[in-house]
C-alpha cells in the first residue's frame, strides 16, 4: 500500500497536481482561459461605459456627434436621388453628368482615397477579393468545358448499352416499354394457385 501511495504522490504531487501541471504547459487551462476572457470582457465594457456615463455637456457635442452621423445616409440618399433626377428629367441629370465627365482622373483617385479613408479599406479588400475569386472562376471555365464534353460523351456511350434505353420522343416505344410482357412461369404458378 505505502508503494501505490509513494507513485500517486510521484504522479500528483505532494499538494499540488504535477499532472495537471503538465498538461497545462501544452493545452491551456479552460477554467483558467474563462476567467481571462471574462476579465476582458468586463474590462472592455468598463472603459465603453466610462465613455457614455457623462452626458454630453454643450451644443458642440452635440452638433459634433451629429455631423459624425450624416456621411453614410447623405451618400445613400444623394445616389437616389440621382436615380431619381435622371428619371425624372434626364436633360438635367446629362448635363450634370457631362460636367462630372470633366473631372481629372487624380481627384477621383484623391476622392477615393478619401472615402475610403472614411469608410475603412473593407470595400477594397471586399472589391479585391472578388476580382481574384472571378479570375480563378474564369481560369476553371476549359476544365469545366472538357468535364462537360466527357459527360456529354460519357451520356452518348451509355444509350448504346443494355439496360440504358432512351426511348427519345417515340410516344409509342415509351409505352410499350411500360406495359408488362408476358410471363410464362407467372401464368404457370397462378394456374396452380387456382386449383
Do not use: C
Request: no cysteine; aromatic share 8%.
Amino acid at each position: 500500500m505505502g508503494m501505490i501511495a509513494d507513485l500517486l504522490s510521484t504522479l500528483f504531487g505532494r499538494g499540488n497536481n504535477v499532472l495537471r501541471e503538465t498538461v497545462e504547459v501544452f493545452r491551456e487551462n479552460a477554467e483558467a482561459g474563462a476567467q481571462r476572457d471574462a476579465s476582458v470582457q468586463h474590462d472592455a465594457l468598463a472603459q465603453y461605459g466610462a465613455e457614455f456615463a457623462r452626458p454630453r455637456q454643450g451644443m458642440f457635442d452635440r452638433l459634433i456627434d451629429g455631423l459624425n452621423r450624416l456621411p453614410r445616409p447623405a451618400l445613400a440618399l444623394g445616389t437616389l436621388g440621382l436615380f431619381t433626377s435622371a428619371m425624372i428629367d434626364p436633360l438635367w441629370f446629362a448635363t450634370r453628368m457631362q460636367g462630372i465627365a470633366l473631372v481629372p482622373e487624380p481627384l477621383w483617385w484623391l476622392l477615393g482615397v478619401i472615402v475610403s479613408f472614411y469608410f475603412g479599406a473593407r470595400h477594397q479588400s471586399k472589391q479585391q477579393a472578388l476580382q481574384r475569386d472571378l479570375a480563378a472562376q474564369l481560369a476553371l471555365a476549359p476544365a469545366v468545358m472538357r468535364n462537360i464534353a466527357a459527360l456529354d460523351g460519357l451520356q452518348h456511350d451509355t444509350a448504346d448499352t443494355p439496360g440504358a434505353a432512351d426511348p427519345g420522343s417515340d410516344a409509342g416505344l415509351a409505352l410499350s416499354a411500360t406495359r408488362p410482357e408476358d410471363n410464362p412461369a407467372l401464368e404457370d404458378w397462378r394456374a396452380l394457385r387456382a386449383r
